[in-house]
């Protein structure tokens, strides 16, 4: 539990278009070898968060506007894309995750991996990891199946030879199984190669198996942060998260009453 | 077999020519309309390194080969690379503008005199036999082999090479190559070298053939046609356009009327519009019906 | 209820909004343009007044291409071209048919509506730069067609046209002419101001700004582009009219690309989206090469490079337009805004919200 910060978000706050603040006072830790989990539901500002890590958010004309992002203690917050990228870390996007007219083997040689790596090991091991894509060598990653695309994303994410891996929904689209082998592989990844992952996920459940240390997020703020042992116990965690309803039907005007207690200290 | 010998000619140029607007669309979805004008330095160069190289004619062609591949990449460095950012609209006024100011100022640079390189190379522009009844100039055969060996290396470059497949994937999915830790900047910077190399080659071998002068940038705009017969994006599709556009255009010209030479390649480029827009090879775009 | 203390700027009927002059000091202004306008040929020299008439032609062509690429976003390729249907549709009517000016600005803009409707249809049924390249077809397609005109009827010099006459007049004088094209001129501006304010203007400017929002709101993105390329073709074959009768004669090679990148040159300078960007832009074309000659007289160039003047304003403009696109890409008008922003605001230097 002693292992070195390597990344560190400080009291972040994103705008976006000058105008429209999507995420406030987020601060979270994320240590080396550790999976860190980031929960929230849809439009809790987990993409724009992940976006704001991996510099790509200059796009979508937001900035940083508030707080510091640092990597291994220096500030990468609003640095230029390259610049981050070339610091090993790595983002799974949520959509258009894999270059569709490119052949799977393609894709993995269109990556350009860090500086100093060993590219022919990595590419060896992602075959490894993923005997399914091996066999798929030749096929268009449009014509892949989305279980298939995803190995396919995380492949080329590896073959980046990463240091911080940004996952932005794994289990997206994908039937249980599927996920279930996807997550048994990040911990393994996380076993052989020491890799770092914050994941985002609304799915709660399968995070929590993975992970080491859990954020939950709401609205652009962090409300509950601790091991998932913890939040398993947090009853609004039960209730919202993990679909432990309780006894009584639940309606939407409880998940209203929810809404409405959050925001007090939300 | 005259007739064939000159379609060959005529769509080597014009698959030279076009081989880059393809490459530049490509990659950066960007339409170079100062194209032709490239070609043009690229011809007015072998004019300057063959009087500079006078005697040493390999030399010179090397080193406005080697010309052709700079100016390419320090017009994407200079200019284009700040126009990244801005609408495709403005990229493509931005090559327009390009190209008025490239024909201006070779005019300035170079006179309107006709050059002949030829003489300061020291070689001479043989009419070659083919079969019993044609002939080609030997500038022709080197355009026939020169397109025959560029689309060769490029396509083994696309397919083969890492740096090819990056530019592929940066031609589909920009954003994802950059997260990949593809340069996007050396990708596109790469693309306008290759581009003006290929145009570059087209108008050396044109400038030994019938020497060099300001007019000859409007080749450029009629290999235009044959980028988008083909289709925008497909390199085998430009080959392919820059055959049919020739051969329409020499059956024409010999069999019709010689002033038509200008105007069949819009013909034959609207005829396609009408029916398959996005051309032969092209990616199916969607149609809008009105 | 004490009365308001404001601007004094209140609109309390439907015709005060509406209306394009709405305040005192606009009306004050516009009547200081108005007199500026109407006195100028009695105070300039023909050269003066040459240059004013060329610059109200163009301006004609600049606000139909600002119309197409300025508000609807859609490039065009094919200006020269349009510019050559109308020449070319008079200078026929004239030798063939002998017919007056009446009939002839008519036939040319149904000709100019007619021409782009063919080239329109296939391209913008695409998303993308098929206009430009459709544009390109017509340009070269429309000049073929005018040569072989010429080459048929043995005219080496083009088509000779008389003078058009109007309610008995002939319209030879510099002076008479002026009060034509500042009618036409004053007519296409008011045209256009009208049309920005409809319901066609509006899915102009939508599908300016995003193709796919605007179909996602209803409007039909073919229809509307369809449309601006159509009025815009018919307002610049209308100028092609005028110019034929104000240079006297039609020739193919008065149209070459040049003339289109020029056109082109004054939406880029003066600014995208904006009619005043069209009369800027216009004014900076026109009057840039003569700056150019004039600068190459005081330099005592002039002698010297004589050939190469047309050369000098290519590379020249080249480079202007270069400029404007990286440095200043809301052009001459921006500036303009620039500067009225800062007296507007001062002492405040606050720039608008939500801008860089």
């Known amino acids: ?76 917050d609003n640095r230029p894309p390259h610049e981050i ?47 399914a894509l091996a066999k798929l060598r030749s096929r268009d990653a449009g014509l892949l199946s989305g279980g298939e695309r995803q190995m396919l994303a995380i492949g080329a994410a590896l073959a980046c030879a990463p240091r911080l891996l940004l996952v932005d929904e794994l289990s997206q689209g994908l039937a249980p199984l599927i996920v279930q082998e996807l997550i048994g592989l990040l911990q393994v990844i996380r076993r052989d190669l020491g890799m770092t992952v914050l994941l985002v996920e609304q799915n709660a459940a399968v995070a929590l198996d993975i992970a080491d240390h859990a954020y939950v997020l709401e609205n652009g703020r962090i409300v509950l942060a601790g091991t998932p042992d913890e939040l398993r116990k947090h009853p609004d965690i039960r209730e919202f998260y993990l679909g432990f309803g309780g006894e009584r039907q639940r309606s939407y005007r409880d998940v209203k009453q929810y809404r409405r207690r959050r925001r007090w200290y939300g | ?121 020291g070689w001479i522009n043989a009419s070659l036999p083919v079969g019993p009844s044609a002939r080609i100039s030997a500038a022709g055969l080197l355009l026939v082999l020169a397109t025959a060996l560029v689309y060769a290396g490029l396509f083994a470059f696309l397919r083969m090479t890492r740096w090819g497949i990056r530019m592929r994937a940066a031609g589909q999915n920009p954003l994802l190559a950059a997260q990949r830790g593809i340069r996007l900047h050396g990708v596109y910077a790469l693309a306008w070298g290759l581009a003006t190399f290929s145009g570059g080659i087209a108008g050396m071998l044109l400038a030994c053939d019938a020497g060099v002068e300001a007019t000859l940038a409007t080749i450029g705009l009629k290999a235009f046609p044959a980028a988008l017969v083909g289709g925008l994006d497909s390199l085998a599709g430009a080959l392919i356009g820059s055959l049919v556009i020739a051969f329409v255009e020499v059956a024409l010209i010999s069999y019709v009327d ?21 051309g032969l090879f092209g990616t199916r775009e969607e149609l809008d019906r009105v | ?79 020269a071209g ?25 036939a040319s803009a149904v000709a100019g509506a007619l021409v782009g409707l063919v080239f329109g249809l296939p391209s913008l049924r695409l998303r993308g730069l098929y206009l430009a390249v459709s544009t390109l077809a017509l340009h070269f397609m429309v000049l073929h067609a005018g040569q072989e005109y010429e080459t048929r009827r043995g005219l080496s010099s083009g088509v000779v046209i008389d003078p058009p006459s109007l309610f008995g007049f002939a319209l030879q004088d510099g002076r008479a002419w002026y009060v034509v094209l500042l009618a036409a001129s004053t007519a296409t501006v008011l045209l256009s101001l009208n049309l920005l304010r409809t319901k066609t203007g509006r899915s102009w400017r939508a599908i300016h700004g995003r193709e796919a929002v605007a179909e996602a709101m209803g409007i039909q993105v073919p229809v509307a582009k369809l449309s601006a390329f159509i009025v815009s073709c018919t307002l610049t074959s209308a100028a092609g009219c005028l110019a034929a009768y104000y240079r006297g004669f039609v020739s193919a090679e008065a ?60 590379a020249a403009f080249g480079v202007a337009m270069i400029l404007f696109l990286v440095f200043e890409p809301q052009g001459l008008v921006g500036i303009w805004r620039r500067i009225q922003a800062w007296f507007l605001l001062w002492p405040f230097g606050q720039k608008p919200l939500g801008r860089p």
């Open chain 2, 1 to 121: 077999m005259q007739l064939a010998v000159n379609v060959a000619v005529l769509a080597a140029i014009y698959a030279l020519i076009s081989c880059g607007y393809v490459l530049i669309y490509r990659v950066s979805r960007v339409l170079s309309l100062a194209h032709g004008e490239l070609m043009m330095l690229g011809a007015y160069g072998l004019a300057v390194t063959a009087s500079l190289f006078v005697g040493h004619p390999l030399i010179a062609i090397g080193s406005a080969a080697l010309l052709s591949v700079l100016v390419g990449v320090l017009v994407y460095v200079l200019l284009m690379r700040r126009m990244t950012g801005e609408s495709v609209l403005a990229a493509v006024l931005t090559t327009i503008a390009l190209g008025i100011l490239l024909r201006g100022g070779m005019v300035l640079a170079f006179g309107t005199q006709t050059q002949y390189p030829l003489q300061q190379l």
């Open chain 3, 1 to 79: 209820m004490t009365a308001p203390r404001a601007s004094g700027y209140f609109r309390i009927r439907y015709d005060d909004d509406i209306a394009l002059v709405r305040t005192r000091t606009q009306r004050v202004w516009l009547g200081v343009l108005a007199l500026a306008l109407a006195g100028f040929p009695f105070l300039a020299n023909s050269v003066l007044l040459d240059l004013a008439n060329q610059v109200l032609l163009v301006s004609i062509g600049a606000v139909a291409l600002m119309l197409l690429t300025g508000f609807a976003g859609q490039i065009s390729l094919g200006h």
């Open chain 2, 258 to 278: 010689p002033l038509l030479s200008d105007v069949v390649p819009f013909f034959v480029l609207l005829a396609m519009l009408v029916v398959r827009p996005w």
């Open chain 1, 85 to 131: 990228t070339a610091r090993g870390i790595t983002l799974v996007p949520e959509r258009s995750k894999v270059f569709e007219n490119l052949t799977v083997a393609e894709n993995l040689e269109a990556v350009v991996p860090r500086r100093g790596a060993d590219a022919r090991r990595l590419a060896d091991a992602v075959w490894q990891y993923f005997p």
């Open chain 3, 255 to 314: 149209f070459p690309l040049f003339v289109t990148i020029q056109y082109v040159a004054t939406v880029i300078i003066g600014g995208i989206g904006s009619l005043l960007g069209a009369l800027l832009g216009t004014l900076f074309v026109v009057l840039f090469p003569q700056a150019i000659e004039a600068s190459m007289n005081a330099l005592g160039l002039t002698d010297r490079l004589s050939s190469m003047i047309f050369a000098i304003n290519q």
């Open chain 1, 1 to 76: 539990m002693n292992e070195a910060v390597l990344l560190r978000l400080d009291n972040v706050e994103v705008t976006y278009h000058r105008v429209a603040t999507a995420v406030q006072g987020v601060s979270l830790e994320v240590r080396e070898g550790t999976i860190v989990a980031l929960l929230g539901t849809n439009g809790a500002g987990k993409t724009t968060t992940l976006r704001a890590i991996s510099g790509f958010i200059g796009l979508d004309d937001a900035r940083v506007t508030d707080g510091s992002i640092a990597h291994q203690g220096e500030r990468i």
């Open chain 3, 82 to 106: 349009l510019l050559a249907v109308g020449a070319f549709t008079t200078g026929i009517l004239f030798k063939e048919l002998a017919a007056p000016f009446w009939i002839t600005l008519p």
